[in-house]
């Protein structure tokens, strides 16, 4: 008989129903594998095993298994720790519950007691989530965030605004509305360390721009068209809380003397008028806006830590952001009055910088 043949014959024996004869077995396979016999398992007590009780005569199937007996519970920090290895867990109803307890342990401390963890630990392992596929875990972040202490977020501002930066450029909407949830925060807590520290000011303007569909500056070659805001943008919800954070990142940038009334500081102090002007310096390197002996500036990764650099740069986004805001008004609304109020305080605040210049 050839190969081919026995071949066809082994194919053949696949699709015959063999004829099973009364009063006997079917036969086993022969990858059968027995798996009738029990285990049987035991706990003896620790003190019976410390007294080397001999254990011969049990029987053989018994497994024994040494446990500690202590009645103290894991510790508060260990509860901790442990909850923050599980924020990379698979599941995202775990990732929420562990940042659910984070939250919770976080808030319920003692007023002046430390964290469980550093901040410069628990951090790096929160941000991730920003981009995180599960709505639920991103809101529970945004919550964990603000319970965290304020006076201690300043040390941690450029790495935070650095996953901002890159969630507010993400392709998903609710990704993006999350992003300027954790800007508003930082804002709220550390402003004037967002838009001074490397790339806080530059960085974050550029973002906007594309994130609103803006033309910007002529070195750079974005689209003019209108940016489409997914479905979060069905009632333009996406669109005023965008020009709300806006809004709040550039009364923050251009310093707290924008909030204040010059006039009513120097008529207080009459007869002597613009005399802040004639004092010594506040700050060192005053001058140091000007680059006298300095290496070529890189904008984007450069800082800028006066109120009155911020607003000289920002002169090369101000025609593009009011051609914007202009176009937005005109759509009448909530957005409508929304982007109104951002154009006011635009032209208040680089008119203010205008008028403090010249005087």
Known sequence: MGSSARKKKDKQKDFQKPKLKVGKVKSKPSNFTDTSFRSKCEDFPLTILQRNVPIANHDPGIVLKQQSIGTSAPSANALFTHHLSLLSHRSDTQRRESLAYLTTAITTRRVESPLHQPLAIIIP????????????????????????????????????????????????????????????????????????????????????????????NETTKWSSGKASFGKASSEGKMLVKQLNVLMSFLREGFGPQYQSSEEVENASNFPLWHAEQHLLPKQSSCFDHLNLFGRAREEETDFYDDAEDRARLFNRYQPAVEHGLQSVTREGGEVGRTAAAALKTVKECMRFHQDDKVS
């Open 125 to 216: 392992k929160l941000l991730p989530l920003l981009q995180d596929g599960s709505n639920s875990v991103r809101v529970q972040l945004v919550k964990l965030l603000w319970s965290l202490p304020e006076d201690e977020i300043e040390e941690h501002v450029h790495l935070l605004l650095l996953y901002t930066q890159l969630g507010m450029n993400h392709l998903a909407a609710d990704i993006r509305w999350t992003a300027l949830d954790i800007l508003e925060w930082l804002l709220a807590v550390a402003g004037n360390e967002v838009v001074s520290c490397a790339g806080g000011w530059t960085r974050t303007l550029n973002c906007f721009l594309v994130l609103l569909g803006w033309q910007g």
